[in-house]
């Protein structure tokens, strides 16, 4: 058994195993984990310091995900935006390729936790299958992003075999990655992964560091490797109530990311996903935190803050021009020029 197969082996999939190292009861959180899977590997939870910190608010489950709310499972539309299972083709030239289930850290943040882990998800040969001839007979589509789950936690000869039949689509431009196993299971890029991948650019790869502490020299290494294959790698942050709302973790984020070779890309304002109200914060912490970090830190390591508007109708920069009121709910304008309401509040 290889070193990333071995840590997805003994990860921690069920609360007890929490009480047992931690010492706190998680009785309760059983009824968390039947709605909303638990998986941490020993290598992400190694960077939990202390309970409450910010790597446990990411992976550890919280009775809070099943509080009655106004949000709702599947914030972003996707399921109506499906042509075909495990397709979601919200924008004319892009789509998102679902070709895993399954995420070595099960986020309790996700946008798609309704389905993530859990049997809904669905992917199957025969799915996979009927998704890339989609891909083939829709000529509009250039750009492919695998996501899921995490497509880094199929098997390499599976992820080759998709990105060989992608790569024989003519009006495929590019494929990207989009992976959170640098952060949560860097042993999984190996060089052997890292030789294959390159055999099929162009190839981008997003990955979603959304804390300081994530930039160990386990994840340094898997940029590296990934980076010297020639994966131009990019980099989404959700802000996330207790775990990255302020200037100063920020600031440690974006610039050590940079270090990394990995440019931070996109800050996600929270979803409205059910489960997830508690990470919420105000768009105005988001806004604080861009205007700190504009003159002390250099433009490149300085994301763009997005809303992923309801409804699937595509993300808005949170510049002035789109940010038409703020209160308790925010009036914004879509690019597209629609006028739509986001409830600004935290939990
Ligand atoms: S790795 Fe991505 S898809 Fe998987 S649980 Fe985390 S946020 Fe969701």
């Not at 990411?58 to 495990?86: F, I, K, M, T, Y």
């Not at 996600?268 to 997830?276: I, K, S, V």
């Amino acid at each position: 058994m290889s070193a990333w197969q071995r840590q997805l082996a003994e990860s921690l999939t069920e609360p007890a195993a929490l009480t047992e190292r931690f010492g706190i009861d998680m009785t309760d959180m059983e009824k968390v984990v039947q709605r909303y899977p638990m998986r941490i590997t020993p290598y992400y939870l190694d960077l939990i310091e202390a309970p409450g910190d910010g790597i446990w608010r990411q992976c550890v489950p919280d009775a809070r995900e099943l509080l009655p709310s106004e949000e709702v499972a599947d914030p972003l539309d996707e399921e109506r935006l499906s042509p075909v299972p495990l397709v979601v083709h919200r924008y004319p030239d892009r789509v998102l390729l679902l070709a895993s289930g399954q995420c070595a850290v099960y986020c309790r943040f996700c946008t798609r936790k309704r389905k993530v882990g859990c049997a809904a998800m669905g992917v199957t040969q025969q799915r996979l299958e009927a998704a890339i001839n989609y891909i083939a007979r829709t000529t509009q589509i250039r750009d492919v992003i695998l996501s899921g789950g995490d497509p880094l936690l199929l098997e390499d000869e599976h992820l080759e075999s998709l990105l060989g039949r992608l790569r024989a689509i003519n009006h495929v431009e590019i494929i990207r990655l989009g992976s959170r196993v640098p952060v949560t299971l860097p042993q999984r890029i190996t060089e052997q992964l890292c030789a294959m991948l390159r055999r099929y650019h162009p190839l981008y790869l997003n990955t979603h560091f959304n804390h300081p502490r994530e930039l160990t020299p386990e994840a340094f290494e898997a940029c590296r490797r990934l980076a010297d294959a020639g994966l131009p790698l990019g980099n989404q942050t959700v802000l996330l109530r207790g775990v990255n709302d302020t200037p100063a973790v920020m600031q440690s984020l974006i610039t050590g990311l940079l270090k990394m070779r990995v440019r931070p890309y996109y800050l996600h304002h929270m979803d409205l996903a059910a489960g997830t109200g508690h990470f919420r914060t105000r768009i105005e912490t988001g806004l604080d935190i861009v205007a700190a970090l504009r003159g002390p830190v250099s433009g490149l390591a300085v994301p763009h803050y997005v809303i992923d508007a309801p409804g699937g109708k595509g993300k808005i920069p949170l510049l002035p021009e789109y940010l038409l009121r703020l209160g308790e709910s925010a009036l914004l304008r879509t690019p597209a020029g629609e006028t739509i309401v986001f409830p600004n509040c935290e939990m």
